[in-house]
């Protein structure tokens, strides 16, 4: 029987009842985990880990803005479990990893960045964690990409000690390498967090994904005051729709994504956030995001461009994450 990657099976204990893990909400059978696994070996080919960063990845400031390299990070690859161990370890307040789909999604959120805010201070360097495109881990603890290495690479013995450090904190023998990022920001075993959305009474717009292979940029539809064929550009808190002057920004902010990245559901904000990252007083409304491989023909409607790859876009709920293509936003 051919193994479908979006099979969800649970473990259950003595009673029936399933078990809960930190990592997938519930323990997946072993079925289910090989089926997921093989999803992933499958994406993965071509893209492999790599020790250094090859020159036709790397992406320098002078480069055309019409040069859009695949990201890939820096540093070293962990499991949600190890980065949620080394928060326990540290007595970084988390909260607890049960609960709903939008609890879970913000438990995760606040353990990338309080992680990795706790191994900046230790580090006493920039380090960010995004989510790989891997087999046997979930994320990276990154110190630069292919889009900010130019300016953010070390020298090699500051390198060695930070790497060193990294892996003594997170218990792991892993190298430092470079991996591929991953459309899923975290837990490759997470098809238990996202059911299909479809079938979610609350959820009225989705986003097919016309392919996963490559998601080099991403098409929004939506309602706004300011033309179609204005650019996105990027803020510190998300994504902002550029404006006219006399209009509002928007924030867009995805919240689910389903296992096969079929379907994704997003709300936009009428304005941007304060200095302060503060979203009160802003009312969500369900928009409809589309993402396509770069050498998908263009649809026949009219549509907003968003190129995703030049600078990090942050989805997924709470505070945005640097460096993931899919990575995590406030909700």
């Not at 893209?47 to 790397?58: A, G, K, T, V």
């Not at 479990?81 to 609960?99: N, R």
Request: aromatic letters at 6%.
């Amino acid at each position: 029987m051919p193994k479908n990657p979006n099979l969800r099976e649970y473990q259950l204990d003595s009673k029936g009842s399933r078990i809960p893990d930190i990592g997938t909400g519930f323990k997946l059978t072993d079925r289910c985990l090989e089926a997921f696994r093989e999803c992933h070996i499958q994406r993965m080919k071509g893209r492999e880990p790599m020790d250094d960063l090859p020159e036709r990845l790397r992406v320098y400031p002078d480069d055309p803005p019409t040069r859009h390299p695949e990201r890939v990070q820096y540093g070293i690859p962990v499991t949600i479990y190890q980065l949620h161990a080394y928060a326990v370890s540290k007595g970084l307040c988390l909260g607890s990893p049960f609960g709903t789909m939008s609890h879970r999604a913000r438990f995760f959120v606040n353990l990338h960045k309080k992680v990795a805010a706790d191994l900046q201070d230790v580090c006493d360097t920039t380090l960010h964690s995004a989510g790989i495109l891997s087999v046997d881990y979930d994320c990276i603890v990154a110190l630069h990409d292919n889009y900010t290495w130019f300016k953010d690479e070390l020298e090699e013995d500051h390198e060695k000690q930070v790497v060193e450090i990294l892996q003594r904190e997170l218990k792991t023998t892993e190298k430092a390498r470079c991996s591929t990022v991953s459309v899923i920001p975290f837990l490759s075993s997470a098809v238990a967090l996202f059911p299909r959305m479809e079938n979610h009474r609350h959820w009225t717009d989705r986003l097919h994904c016309l392919s996963t292979a490559h998601v080099i940029s991403a098409v929004v539809c939506m309602s706004l005051s300011a033309p179609l064929d204005q650019q996105l550009t990027h803020c510190g808190h998300g994504v902002t729709a550029g404006c006219q002057p006399r209009d509002m920004c928007c924030e867009l902010h995805i919240v689910q994504i389903s296992p096969d990245k079929s379907t994704i559901i997003c709300y936009r904000y009428a304005a941007a956030p304060s200095a302060s990252g503060d979203y009160a007083g802003l009312k969500p409304r369900i928009v409809k995001l589309l993402i396509r491989n770069h050498s998908t023909p263009t649809l026949g409607v009219e549509r907003m461009r968003l190129d995703i790859c030049r600078r990090p876009i942050n989805l997924l709920l709470c505070h945005p994450i640097r460096g993931s293509i899919i990575g995590h936003s406030a909700c």
